[in-house]
C-alpha cells in the first residue's frame, strides 16, 4: 500500500464523535421569515461524525406561528461533505422537518452548499414552503469578514421563488456582527426581505441577540 493510500484510508476512517450545539435568540428568523412571531427561542443540534466526510443528527427549535398550534420544529438532518481543497468544499445535505403538534408545516429540504474559504453559497428546495404545500427554491449568497481584529461579520442574500400565485419572487437579506468570548458566541443580526407587505407580517425588519456555544 502506497503513502497516498495509507494517507486516505486515515482520512476515511470513522471518527463516530458526537458534536453539538445550543442557542438563545432573542427571536427565530429563517431567510427573513419569522418562525417564533417575535418571541425567544432556544434550539439545539446534535451530530454523529460516522466520518469526516458523513454524518446524521438532530435539530430542534420552539416555534410561534398566527392560528397555529405547531410549536416546536424537529428536523433529522443527514449530509455529506466533498473536499475540493483545505478551503473549498461541497456539502450535500437532507433534512426531514416535522412540526408539533398540527404538522401543517411538514416537509423536507434538499440542498447543495458550497464553500470557498469565506464564500458561501447555498441552493436550498423546500417541499412545503411556510405550510403552503407548496415548492420554494432558494439561491443564497454570503460572506465572512474578520473585523475589529476578531469580530465576525457576516452578510448573507437570498433570491426565493415560491410556487405560490399570490407571492412574487423576493429576496432576503442579513448581515450580523458576532464575536467569541471564551466558549460562547455572541452575536447581533438585522435581517429582512423585500415582500414583508406579501408575506402577512412574517418578513420585515428584525433584530436578533444570540448567544451559542458547542461542543
Do not use: C
Given at each position: ?158 433570491y426565493n421563488t415560491p410556487d405560490v400565485d399570490s407571492i412574487s419572487s423576493y429576496f432576503d437579506l442579513r448581515t450580523a456582527l458576532g464575536f467569541q468570548w471564551r466558549a460562547i458566541f455572541f452575536e447581533g443580526a438585522v435581517t429582512g426581505t423585500s415582500a414583508a407587505g406579501d408575506l ?16
Amino acid at each position: 500500500m502506497g503513502l497516498n493510500s495509507v494517507a486516505l484510508a486515515a482520512e476515511n476512517t470513522p471518527t463516530f464523535k458526537m458534536t453539538g450545539d445550543v442557542s438563545l435568540l432573542s427571536q427565530y428568523v429563517e431567510y427573513g421569515l419569522n418562525q417564533s412571531d417575535g418571541s425567544p427561542a432556544l434550539q439545539g443540534s446534535f451530530w454523529f461524525n460516522f466520518g469526516p466526510q458523513f454524518r446524521m443528527g438532530l435539530w430542534g427549535s420552539n416555534t410561534n406561528f398566527k392560528n397555529s398550534d405547531d410549536h416546536f420544529n424537529l428536523r433529522a438532518n443527514a449530509d455529506i461533505k466533498i473536499d475540493f481543497s483545505q478551503e473549498s468544499n461541497a456539502v450535500i445535505m437532507y433534512s426531514y422537518s416535522t412540526y408539533y403538534k398540527e404538522g401543517a408545516r411538514n416537509g423536507n429540504i434538499l440542498g447543495l452548499h458550497l464553500n470557498f474559504g469565506t464564500y458561501r453559497v447555498t441552493l436550498d428546495n423546500l417541499s412545503n414552503w411556510e405550510g403552503t404545500k407548496k415548492r420554494s427554491m432558494r439561491i443564497g449568497f454570503g460572506k465572512v469578514t474578520t473585523v475589529f481584529t476578531d469580530w465576525k461579520w457576516d452578510n448573507e442574500a437570498g433570491y426565493n421563488t415560491p410556487d405560490v400565485d399570490s407571492i412574487s419572487s423576493y429576496f432576503d437579506l442579513r448581515t450580523a456582527l458576532g464575536f467569541q468570548w471564551r466558549a460562547i458566541f455572541f452575536e447581533g443580526a438585522v435581517t429582512g426581505t423585500s415582500a414583508a407587505g406579501d408575506l402577512d407580517g412574517t418578513g420585515e425588519i428584525y433584530f436578533i441577540l444570540s448567544a451559542k456555544t458547542g461542543f
